[in-house]
């Protein structure tokens, strides 16, 4: 068996493992006599909630209208942030223009957004997607910087020699050297997207798992909450997941390793 594959399987266990502990030590915690099922339901309850939302079909409902908040908002905000990144991290001149600007804005919370959005756009679907937009464009523009600018110069150097122009450079040796940087970018930003579409769904939305949320916290429906959490913890992992296994496949020449 290969190293690549036992590792692989070594880490799918421990995995495992650690997933089963979390999910026992809970069923433990919920099973004590002085436990409130209010406060915290037992597992039954959490799966009983799924099952509930399922056939009445709020739950497909919500996750396909976050689903594609979700992918809107992330393709265009790290569009933009590939596309700026690189132009910022490889030519002086645009880093010297932008460079100020993305500094002076990256602080702010996405959230902090959020009110003047709604001045300005209302409460529809185009303000959800902005603010996904801004949030994923902030987190993963920074990683693009980062990448273009910790590319060896070596590499520089030896395409320069061959004869290839700055662009040629920029295309075929830029790019690819900071791949492993944009594609962490692009998870971060996935994280980020996540966090703030369940935000702007908790304030303004009336379908959603933020809207499922919500609506868990004002009927006291602490399963349904639970439910939700973990669906949300579930989809972005999957996502998560793609994502390594893209860069995996991207990063093959690469002695790098997870």
């Given amino acids: 068996m290969k190293v690549v594959d036992i590792l692989s399987s070594r880490r799918l266990q421990l995995g495992v493992l650690s997933i089963a502990a979390v999910f026992l030590v809970?069923?433990?915690?919920?099973?004590?006599?002085?436990?409130?099922?209010?406060?915290?339901?037992?597992?039954?309850?959490?799966?009983?909630?799924?099952?509930?939302?399922?056939?009445s079909g709020n739950l497909l409902s919500a996750l396909g209208a976050s689903l594609f908040r979700i992918t809107m908002g992330f393709f265009i905000?790290?569009?933009?942030?590939?596309?700026?990144?690189?132009?910022?991290?490889?030519?002086?001149?645009?880093?010297?223009?932008?460079?100020?600007?993305?500094?002076?804005?990256?602080?702010?919370?996405?959230?902090?957004?959020?009110?003047?959005?709604?001045?300005?756009?209302?409460?529809d679907e185009f303000s959800r997607v902005l603010i996904i937009t801004i949030a994923c464009?902030?987190?993963?523009?920074?990683?693009?910087?980062?990448?273009?600018?910790?590319?060896?110069?070596?590499?520089?150097?030896?395409?320069?020699?061959?004869?290839?122009?700055r662009f040629q450079v920029f295309r075929t040796v830029a790019i690819p050297a900071a791949?492993?940087?944009?594609?962490?970018?692009?998870?971060?930003?996935?994280?980020a997207a996540w966090t703030t579409l369940v935000a702007s769904e908790l304030l303004a939305a009336q379908n959603g798992l933020g809207f499922l949320l919500q609506e868990g916290r004002r009927y006291f429906a602490t399963d349904q909450v639970m439910m939700v959490i973990v669906i949300i913890g579930g989809c972005a992992f999957?996502?998560?997941?793609?994502?390594?296994?893209?860069?995996?496949?991207?990063?093959?020449?690469?002695?790098?390793?997870?």
Avoid at 26 to 49: F, R
Avoid at 141 to 158: L, T, W
Wanted: charged share 10%.
């Fill in 26 to 55: 809970y069923m433990w915690i919920t099973n004590q006599p002085d436990n409130n099922p209010a406060l915290l339901p037992p597992i039954s309850d959490i799966v009983a909630s799924f099952f509930t939302n399922l056939n």
């Fill in 77 to 123: 905000g790290t569009t933009l942030a590939l596309i700026v990144g690189c132009m910022v991290g490889w030519y002086k001149t645009i880093e010297y223009l932008v460079d100020p600007l993305i500094e002076a804005v990256r602080p702010i919370p996405p959230l902090a957004y959020i009110p003047i959005i709604i001045i300005w756009f209302g409460i």
């Fill in 137 to 165: 464009f902030m987190v993963c523009v920074v990683n693009v910087i980062a990448g273009m600018k910790n590319v060896p110069q070596v590499y520089v150097d030896a395409a320069s020699t061959m004869g290839a122009s």
């Fill in 179 to 191: 791949t492993p940087f944009i594609i962490t970018g692009y998870r971060i930003a996935l994280g």
């Fill in 238 to 258: 999957i996502m998560d997941r793609i994502f390594r296994r893209i860069q995996a496949y991207l990063m093959q020449w690469s002695e790098a390793r997870e």
